[in-house]
């Protein structure tokens, strides 16, 4: 684990570093610059009143003077951890218990080594932005106090934070993932262009997201255990009702079907084949001009074309057997040369 003399340091990544980390405006753009400095210090004299804590804050907290030059300018706290409530914009549904364990562990052998951080409160009471884990190991591990950063910010860019903080570590399942882009889009009002631009998405992947709320009950609990994911999701929203929905996605769950299986089962659902005379043997009926469309790109890109249609609407799949097989097509099809 980092240590927070290792943070103050500028370092050069390396190339493999994850991108992710660059999302949307970045983390650093949504915390205010400058020192937040807590009350009773020697260094408040120097700071303006408004950077420092409350009078009824400062009377619970306590200035870690061995890390205080390390932070990068600002003041890290010790603040009882029965102070700091839950943030309202957790992201996170669940904390699995064995990780949770490994933290608190850690923190008996070596305290807490990066600060949480949080905003101010009523009442001299603190309200969490970021360390969730920190806070829940630290109380399994008989922590009273916890080290924290106390900074000025909204209650839009707190959400923001929580929500950009699990984002970049890949932390959110894509369940909690849309309950979070729902969040900001009911509680501040934000459309999902806006939404996209804070998180470094595009709008329609805000919106597909967003979808999956409307999932029945059943069908979310599948996602956030990880039985399914978000290209099942988006498969099963295919259907119209939601007891097709649950219906088919048990049957996903319980057969471990892929997702080019599930959307075959779920094509067959919507337009279950035609009779056949009880004649074994005999091919699916398909309309003569979409089968002479079929050929006709079967030749033209010379690959398996397969075109399902029903009342003028479809799919297109193309088969690939080769990477050679693949640039060829995907040069016809843009009508550029392959890089």
Known sequence: MTNIAEKAAPQTEPAHVDKRRALGRGLDSLLPAGPRVVAGTAVAAATSPANALPRAASEHVAILPEVHAQAAGEAIA??????????????????????????????????????????????????LILGERRCRASKLAGKTTIPAIVRSVSELQAAEITIIENLQRQDLNCLEQALAFVKLSTDFKLTQEQIGRRVGISRESVANYMRLVRLPPQVQQYLQEGHLGFSEARVLLQLDDNETIARVAETAVRKYLSVEQLEDLVEKTKHPPLPQNDQPGRAKWQDPNV?????????????????????????????????????????????????
């Open 78 to 127: 010790q603040i009882p951890l029965e102070l700091i409530d839950s943030n309202p914009y957790q992201t996170r549904r669940e904390f699995r218990e064995a990780p949770l364990a490994e933290l608190a562990e850690s923190i008996r052998a070596s305290g807490v080594v990066q600060p949480v951080v949080v905003r101010q409160g009523a009442n001299g009471r603190y309200l």
């Open 291 to 339: 089968r002479a469309l079929q050929t006709q790109l079967e030749r033209t890109l010379g690959v398996r074309v397969r075109i399902r249609d029903f009342k003028g609407k479809g799919t297109i799949k193309i088969e690939y057997a080769t990477l050679e097989d693949f640039d060829r097509v995907m040069e016809m099809l843009s009508g550029k040369k392959a890089s």
